[in-house]
């Protein structure tokens, strides 16, 4: 049986490996997710098979209920909710580290270190995922939250913990590792709070490999290697993302940690200015009549669903007006890491077209028009040119290069972050007011009919 059991969870593990590698093209992530499916059924197997189980039924009725809710989350969640969603589930993969950490500490289990490294990480990213999602969800403020003596409050819990931590493995205190487990909560609480908007995506990878390193911590507590093999993928694959969009946003793990400590509405330009408009129409005409067109989506656009009227927009101008059209992504546009990448090969958008910051930023000065749909910070030249900014340092698009920019928005408002673009005001920006979809459907019926 135990033969049985170790070769079913090498090939879950292959196959939930093989998963991730094909996650990485549009075109196989269809299938991917199968696979990732069918690894994790060999795994449910495998350890069903492993144990003998006294309540058998009440497990089983319990994972019906879980997979019941997890479709229907997945069935109905809006495109532009799904950050929510992504954080809520990485939420509970750390609660059940917490949870097995204590089942095993209430059954006298003697890897005191394992189970207290479950606790601590699980319980990290329980809470901090928790406040990413009512953040998300617009619960409380998306930005910065701070009060008094806040980073102060914050090293001694993580002393504490660190203290309380040593103490477990040296006295074996159930009493000492309850309190633990609640100080922990509470400090994932306070380390999240100050995170800003537009580092939102980065704290979402830094608390998912939180999760999968917690997962690590409880394989080895219960010696089951697939968790250890699993939970070291997505711990160091949470982390070398997260690393990743730091590096490209310029921002270290304390400046995220610490958010912003300028008050944005002291940089607001109190003078009168005014934003020129324009209509669907006159967008559509000045569009068919380019050479070179690059569209920046963000977070608008997710919230419209507008990816499919986008891309009809491309393949009128692509194919009726031979106009050369790209697209141009933020390394942290939206709410979580490829939010936008998501949007645009559900809308079948072809990779080719598709390119990060980097590729494309130098290719702005010789492009003829802009297509911002909901991109405020990202597109921010204050981050580039005003030290008192909070976005100062934050590597953004430069749009504000182009011939003409076209800026999809409901309103003049500020982005996630609090801060107002004065890109809005610039004298080749113009302005097209409302959803993202319906001003964009309106330009594909001009681009059809012209």
């Keep these: 049986m135990t033969n049985i059991v170790n070769i079913l969870y090498l090939v879950a593990c292959f196959l939930i490996i093989l998963s991730i ?19 994790m059924l060999m795994a449910f197997v495998g350890a069903f098979i492993s144990v003998n189980l006294p309540n058998f039924w009440v497990v089983i009725s319990i994972i019906v209920v879980g997979g019941v809710v997890g ?4 069935l109905k969640v809006k495109i532009a909710s799904l950050p929510q969603m992504i954080a809520v589930f990485n939420g509970f993969g750390g609660l059940a580290a917490v949870c097995i950490a204590l089942s095993e500490v209430i059954d006298f289990s003697k890897n005191y270190f394992d189970n207290m490294i479950g606790l601590v990480i699980g319980g990290l990213a329980f809470s901090g995922s928790m406040v990413a999602f009512v953040k998300l ?8 939250v701070h009060f008094p003596l806040q980073q102060a409050l914050n090293l001694l819990l993580l002393m504490i913990v660190l203290v309380l931590g040593s103490s477990y493995i040296v006295t074996q205190d159930i009493g000492v590792f309850l309190v633990l487990g609640v100080l922990v909560l509470f400090l994932g609480v306070l380390l999240v709070l100050p995170v800003g908007g537009a580092d939102m995506p980065v704290i979402i990878s830094i608390l998912n490999a939180c999760s999968g390193w917690a997962t690590v911590g409880i394989g080895m507590s219960l010696d089951i290697m697939l968790l250890v093999i699993v939970g070291s993928i997505v711990g160091a694959g949470g982390s070398i993302l997260a690393y990743i969009m730091m590096k490209s946003m310029k921002r270290s793990f304390f400046n995220i940690l610490t958010g912003n400590f300028i008050n944005s509405n002291l940089l607001k330009d109190e003078n009168v200015k005014m934003a020129q408009t324009g209509s669907p129409e006159e967008a559509a005409f000045i569009m068919e009549n380019a050479t070179k067109i690059i569209i920046v989506p963000g977070y608008g656009m997710a919230v419209a669903q507008a990816q499919y009227a986008v891309k009809a927009m491309t393949d009128l101008l692509q194919n009726k007006y031979g106009v050369e ?12 890491p ?16 598709v390119f990060e910051m980097n590729d494309i930023n130098n290719e702005f000065s010789s492009t003829d028009v802009v297509y911002v749909i909901g991109a405020n910070d990202i597109t921010n030249p204050e981050a580039k040119n005003n030290p008192q900014s909070p976005l100062y340092g934050m590597p953004v698009l430069d749009v504000e290069k182009a011939k003409t920019i076209f800026f999809v928005k409901r309103s003049l408002g500020v982005g996630y972050s609090g801060v107002e673009n004065p890109l809005f005001y610039a004298p080749n920006t113009i302005m097209l007011y409302g959803d993202a979809k319906d001003v964009t459907e309106k330009i594909v019926k001009s681009l059809e009919l012209n």
């Design 21 to 39: 590698r094909t996650l990485a093209v549009p075109r196989s992530a269809r299938f991917g997710n199968i696979l990732g499916m069918v690894g």
């Design 325 to 336: 059209v790209k697209f141009a992504i933020h390394p942290v546009a939206g709410r979580m």
């Design 71 to 74: 479709v229907y989350a997945g």
């Design 338 to 353: 490829g939010h936008m990448n998501v949007l645009l090969a559900e809308a079948n958008v072809d990779y080719s077209e």
């Design 137 to 144: 969800q617009g619960f409380i403020s998306g930005k910065s």
